[in-house]
């Protein structure tokens, strides 16, 4: 029987207006805009579908969903669960509220380690909000089992993982015994959508809560290995040069040399 875990990382939704968008550089945090509900990373949300994909031809594989966050994050568990996965845990303690990659990947792995025996745990290739792309692979690395990022397609039997991987000129096959950590990339395709039926039947199930104590971890021994020195909205500054010329090919003709005088061509 497979056991799948997929990490799920809650986000701001990418999709609030730029305009919108504020940072409190003193406090080095994200302003949540209100009446903005955050969201799963969409990557997370494709690595549940991967997972689904495998469900749908092996149906007596377990997913469990993995998220590490506040309790707000309870909303993308359910949002996963709705989709089809059938168990949530949702690490909750306020001493990992900053948690950087590092640990982040320590209490993911640590949890993995309590939800054992598993053969394949799916991440984001990276989460959408940090962007760090580190998380899964310190994952395997922790756990000691081998790494296969930007996933395109995973298949599973009988213990063992093939994946489809992209590449920047095409794409490859790799092969791992289970268990194994891969990310996933949004090549893989779109996640299915929950249907009403099932975000109701999503509502009952259950999603456990732990802190870091329960997963045999001292929070006040976890140290950040990164730290942040300044969140900011970079400034972006725009010239606009309005190219004069009696004929459209003498305009061309300036143009052209600027742009060869700029290196761009
Ligand atoms: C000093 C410091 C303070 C920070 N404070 C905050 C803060 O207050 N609030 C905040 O939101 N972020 C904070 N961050 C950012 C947070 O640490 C990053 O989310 C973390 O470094 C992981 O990077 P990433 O999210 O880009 O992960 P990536 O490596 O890009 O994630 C890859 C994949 O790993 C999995 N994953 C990552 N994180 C989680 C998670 N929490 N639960 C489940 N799966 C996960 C997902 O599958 C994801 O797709 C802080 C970072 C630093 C350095």
């Not at 996963?80 to 949530?88: K, N, T, V």
């Not at 000129?169 to 950590?181: I, K, L, M």
Request: hydrophobic share 45%.
């Amino acid at each position: 029987m497979p056991h799948i875990i997929c990490c799920v990382k809650q986000v701001p939704d990418p999709e609030t207006p730029a305009s919108q968008f504020r940072v409190d550089e003193a406090a080095k945090k994200v302003v949540p805009v209100p009446g903005i509900a955050p969201v799963p990373s969409q990557f997370d949300t494709i690595g549940v579908e991967a997972a689904l994909r495998i469900k749908d031809k092996t149906p007596d594989t377990t997913i469990t969903i993995l998220s590490l966050g506040p309790e707000s994050y309870r909303d993308s568990i359910k949002h996963s669960l709705a989709m089809g996965a059938d168990e949530g845990v949702l690490i909750n303690d306020p001493a990992l509220y900053e948690a950087d990659h590092w640990v982040t990947a320590q209490v993911l792995a640590a949890a993995i380690g309590k939800l054992a025996p598993f053969d394949l745990v799916i991440c984001g290739r990276q989460a959408v909000d940090w962007d760090m792309g580190v998380v899964g692979s310190t994952i395997a690395e922790i756990l000691n089992v081998p790494c296969i990022t930007i996933a395109k397609e995973i298949q599973y039997k009988d213990g063992q993982v093939v994946v489809e991987r992209v590449l920047l000129d095409g794409f490859e096959t790799a092969e791992s015994p289970a268990p194994c950590v891969v990310t996933v990339s949004n090549e893989l395709g779109e996640p299915r959508y929950p249907q009403l039926r099932q975000i109701m039947a999503a509502a009952r199930k259950e999603v456990k809560v732990w802190t870091a104590s329960d997963l045999g971890l001292d929070a006040a021994q976890l140290k950040n290995l990164v730290s942040l020195e300044r969140l900011y909205v970079p400034e972006v500054k725009v010239e606009t040069e309005i190219i004069d010329g009696e004929t459209p090919q003498e305009k061309a003709e300036k143009l052209a040399l600027k742009l060869r005088e700029a290196k761009l061509i």
